[in-house]
């Protein structure tokens, strides 16, 4: 070796297997550096290599100080060779870089989205721009096989291609052969007696298909959803009595084709126990009375478990009220297998009180932190409330802008008396899409549009557009809400509407009635669930005359003195939402009143509504839902109501099959003027649609309506009621709730325009 050029070089795949080398190194004389060189860089800054070198220029230069350096380069994973060469006291690094990916693509892949398997990648470090890494592309194809099992498709393949381009840069392509998904071919449960095996598979979300199974997929095996409904089965005995069932085996076969999977489920059920006794053991804060009347275990009943679940949670959450967070309660039973008997000692342990020292907030990435924390009502440096808790958990929920929320307590090292809550929120889209659609023969298609952002730009705020492009109402609007318009809770909404509107007719009039308003609404919370509005409106409307004109605007017109008005009526408002979801609700009550009163400007009249609707589950498979609605209005200082504020009936959201509204009073040209009341009642039964499995996202439900319309001058007589009934579909799709009805009138009168057929999207009821 030539005395005036010495090398040290280490050359590897790893930076661990680097390390090795350089630690076996050709030992060389310590030198004083006089100057540090670099080659073989292309796209890495030198600044990069000189700031992770442990050697600066007048150090002296050992070989544990070249080791260290080789390692340190290799840590940055932008090379796959490292040289260090000695040139008379010049320490020159020799690099070569790792390949830069230039693009990651995928071939054969339906099952999921390009873009989101690009955003699973670049998250390990496998994207556009990186360098390239052979560890991680056999991680990414370990990953992506992983996610086909669990959909199902146990014979997808995975190649890697790996194509060289110019400057050092690499394309790579991961082509899938996703195959057949293997589907549930044979489902069993061995040793049932007490309930017949249809029964019990009849709890499973997974299943053997139906006609539905390419919407549902139920068919697919997948192991999460095998053992939710594993722990569904179980519930279903230990709530009945069998407090000694157990799930012996659970045996997966597939086929060796990959294609048919056999699921068997041996269980032993063991005896039904009656429950003999309940009594309250340990520390109940001298509250006994106020334990027992939480107690949902009865004597004399079978052994429930869900009911002895309900109870000792009912007992932590009232020892949470008191400010006891980590409160042990238990339930021992004492079985008498003699008799089949079971009695229930509840053990309690308050242990200590605590208050809560800080409330940390994550996954709110697009929503600002300050409209998480003004739902809260667990306060930093105060007592640990349970009920405060889980009602922050609640307001929350309502929001709509999350899908999924937990509010979880972790103890504070050091501070036996102190905790930290932590609040997890996982965000969901809150822009949605509404579209409505009928047709007839008076109508055609007629088509609606709005626009709504619950949660604009992540300050809670609402903003909405809709647009009705009916031929015979015409509506476009635009609000906003601002939840928060005070401190204390006050909401403000600002409206403004145009709307363009006249009867349905056959007679091709070219009279409208328009109107436009500016609006301000405030919301004033009066409790956690009550809210009451109050508001105004300036409204002007202008009857504009044409052929076909109903006489009754000629006659309004005549009244107030002209064809156009300006009033300013004040409103009040009052809601209650109660119901476990806004979109498909299936337990839960939801009631509604309005007032509006004008006594300032061209129109006196007062007019309200008021809106109920009760959920209640039958069973799992079935809900059933009513709904009322009645609006009521008159004149006042002996002026007529107007006949634009009339209510409707008839068609989606009143009286199904029959032409939207076009029941109530008629003008004496036979067209359809609404009146100034309406009553409305609706009753449906709701089950998941058949060989939808438990899915409720897609429902089938039966329906009866009965409502109508009735002049200001009229009595609401009960034999002029119309009435339909029905079935039609439910599904939540991508754009919001979709229903489709079919409706028969069996109340019907002469004269009466029907329409059987029906759809909304983004409509209940």
Request: net charge positive; hydrophobic share 35%; glycine share 10%.
């Amino acid at each position: 070796m030539n005395k005036q050029f010495r090398r040290l070089r280490a050359r590897t795949v790893s930076g661990v297997i680097a390390a090795a080398f350089a630690a076996h190194a050709w030992a060389i004389d310590p030198f004083t550096v006089r100057d540090i060189r670099v080659e073989g860089l292309q796209r890495v800054e030198p600044g990069t290599v000189f700031a992770s070198l442990p050697i600066r220029i007048g150090d002296e230069y050992n070989d544990e100080k070249g080791s260290a350096a080789i390692r340190a380069l290799f840590g940055l994973g932008l090379f796959k060779d490292v040289r260090l060469e000695v040139q008379g006291g010049v320490l020159v690094v020799v690099v070569e870089e790792r390949p830069t990916i230039a693009d990651v693509d995928f071939s054969g892949v339906r099952e999921f989205d390009k873009d989101t398997l690009r955003k699973a990648l670049r998250e390990i470090g496998l994207a556009e721009g990186r360098p390239y890494d052979q560890a991680l592309v056999d991680r990414a194809e370990q990953e992506l096989r992983r996610q086909y099992l669990s959909r199902s498709l146990y014979a997808a393949e995975v190649v890697t291609t790996v194509t060289p381009t110019e400057r050092n840069r690499t394309n790579l392509t991961f082509t899938v052969n996703e195959g057949d998904p293997a589907r549930i071919k044979d489902l069993r449960v061995v040793g049932a007696k007490a309930f017949s095996e249809g029964t019990l598979l009849g709890l499973f979300d997974q299943d053997t298909g139906g006609w539905l199974s390419w919407y549902t997929k139920s068919d697919r095996y997948s192991r999460s959803k095998l053992n939710a409904d594993l722990e569904t089965l179980r519930s279903y005995y230990l709530s009945r009595g069998y407090l000694e069932f157990r799930i012996d085996s659970t045996q997966v076969a597939i086929s060796p084709d990959k294609r048919d999977i056999s699921i068997t489920i041996n269980i032993t059920e063991g005896e039904r126990f009656v429950v003999s006794g309940v009594r309250l053991e340990g520390n109940f804060l001298g509250k006994e009375d106020d334990f027992r009347r939480l107690v949902r275990i009865r004597p004399g009943e079978a052994y429930n478990a869900d009911r002895v679940a309900e109870t000792t949670k009912a007992f932590n959450d009232l020892f949470a009220g008191f400010g006891y967070a980590f409160a042990s309660v238990e339930a021992r039973p004492e079985i008498d297998r003699a008799r089949n008997l079971v009695a229930l000692t509840l053990v309690a342990e308050p242990q200590r009180r605590a208050y809560v020292r800080r409330v940390n907030v994550s996954g709110n990435n697009r929503t600002r932190d300050e409209v998480v924390r003004r739902e809260l009502r667990q306060y930093e440096a105060s007592w640990y409330d349970g009920d405060k808790i889980k009602l922050s958990r609640d307001r929350l929920d309502r929001l709509g802008y999350f899908k999924d929320i937990s509010i979880d307590t972790t103890e504070v090292p050091g501070a036996p008396d102190q905790v930290d809550l932590n609040v997890s929120v996982v965000e969901k889209p809150t822009g949605t899409l509404q579209l409505s659609a009928g047709f007839s023969s008076y109508e055609n298609l007629t088509l609606g549009f709005g626009v709504q952002q619950e949660n604009a730009f992540g300050t809670g705020q609402y903003l909405g557009l809709n647009v009705n492009t009916s031929k015979y109402n015409r509506v476009i609007s635009l609000n906003t809400t601002d939840p928060y318009f005070t401190k204390d809770g006050v909401s403000r909404t600002i409206d403004l509407y145009h709307r363009d509107a006249k009867p349905f007719n056959t007679q091709g009039g070219n009279y409208s009635l328009a109107s436009t308003g500016l609006g301000l609404r405030f919301g004033i919370p009066f409790s956690e669930l009550d809210t009451v509005f109050l508001g105004t409106v300036l409204e002007h409307t202008e009857i504009r005359p044409g052929t076909n004109i109903p006489a009754a605007y000629l006659a309004y017109a005549d009244r107030v003195g002209g064809f156009t008005s300006t009033s300013l009526p004040f409103t009040v408002g009052w809601a209650r939402d109660g119901r476990d979801s806004a979109l498909a609700p299936t337990r839960g009550r939801l009631q509604r009143a309005s007032g509006e009163v004008s006594v300032i400007g061209d129109n006196n009249y007062w007019r309200g509504s008021y809106q109920f609707q009760q959920y209640i589950p039958l069973n799992k498979q079935f809900t059933v839902a009513f709904n009322t609605d009645v609006g009521w209005g008159a004149g006042l200082n002996g002026k007529p109501f107007p006949v634009f504020k009339n209510f409707y009936s008839g068609g989606l959201g009143t009286v199904r099959g029959f032409l939207q509204s076009t029941l109530g009073p008629r003008d004496v040209t036979g067209l359809s003027i609404g009146g100034a009341k309406r009553v409305t009642f609706n009753f449906e039964v709701l089950t998941p649609f058949p060989g939808a499995g438990n899915d409720r996202s897609l429902r089938l439900f039966a329906f009866t309506d009965v409502g109508n319309a009735f002049a200001e001058n009229e009595r609401v007589r009960f034999d002029e009621l119309r009435a339909s009934a029905g079935a039609g579909i439910s599904w939540l799709s991508p754009l919001g709730p979709l229903r489709l009805a079919i409706a028969q009138p069996i109340r019907k009168f002469p004269g009466d325009r029907i329409q059987r057929l029906q759809f909304q999207v983004g409509t209940s009821f």
